[in-house]
């Protein structure tokens, strides 16, 4: 089976830097997908990771450690349209149906 | 270039009456099709997905159906809704080609009264 677990919200501030967390247990893996959610929007395509370390695209970036079960997604440079549900999620396996976490709601303050 | 549609965008139904959600996907061929749903203060739950026309796979018992009459064509179904169907209906298909991620039509807000 297969069991994600994120914070369930978050505040920061704009400009500063915020790490979202994700953790996960799967009878095996197949890459870990994060997905930015605004409200009542369909979510879209942040990052994927497949073998451990950092990926970075402009201002997000995307850790992962499979030993550990873990990834987190890390946004510089906050502005305030960053206010949004962040989606942390991993296929059952191979070319297979993903399973989202819950999401975290991030809120950027000026 | 491929895009995902979904319709309609918003719709109010009264408990007991049925259901048709449908979804298209244009520029590609033999996609991998998703139904999800999120409720309100909830994840994105799956609810069907199928691999091919007339292949269909239930994650989840419920009152709801999907159907693939074409190759490019997912629909969601129910013949009796119930309050707890109203949520956020999310179609999807599996493209991107190194990685494998999903694209999500525009959502269908249900509200079941």
């Known amino acids: 089976g297969q069991n994600i677990d994120q914070p369930t919200e978050m505040t920061a501030t704009e400009g500063a830097i915020v790490q979202i967390n994700c953790t996960y247990q799967?009878?095996?893996?197949?890459?870990l997908f994060w997905y930015q959610q605004h409200a009542g929007e369909a979510p879209t395509f942040l990052s994927y990771?497949?073998?451990?370390g950092l990926e970075e695209k402009g201002r997000f970036s995307s850790f992962l450690s499979r030993s550990k079960g873990y990834s987190y997604l890390l946004l510089k440079e906050l502005q305030m349209k960053d206010s949004a549900s962040y989606l942390c999620?991993?296929?059952?396996?191979?070319?297979?149906?993903?399973?989202f976490g819950k999401g975290t709601r991030l809120s950027v303050i000026a | 270039s491929q895009t995902i549609h979904q319709w309609p965008a918003t719709l109010v139904q009264p408990v007991g009456s049925p259901l048709s959600l449908e979804c298209t996907v244009e520029?590609?061929?033999?996609?991998?099709l998703y139904w999800y749903r999120q409720a309100a203060g909830r994840g994105l739950q799956l609810l069907f997905y199928?691999?091919?026309?007339?292949?269909i796979s239930s994650e989840v018992p419920q009152n709801l159906s999907a159907s693939r009459p074409q190759d490019r064509q997912f629909i969601l179904s129910s013949k009796k809704l119930l309050l707890s169907d109203s949520g956020f209906y999310l179609c999807?298909?599996?493209?991107?080609?190194?990685?494998?991620?999903?694209?999500f039509g525009e959502g269908s807000r249900l509200t079941v009264l």
């Open positions: 199928s691999v091919g026309i007339g292949q």
């Open positions: 999807a298909w599996r493209g991107g080609v190194e990685t494998g991620e999903l694209f």
């Open positions: 520029g590609t061929s033999n996609p991998n």
């Open positions: 990771n497949v073998l451990d």
């Open positions: 799967t009878s095996g893996f197949n890459g």
């Open positions: 999620a991993v296929p059952l396996s191979g070319n297979t149906p993903l399973v």
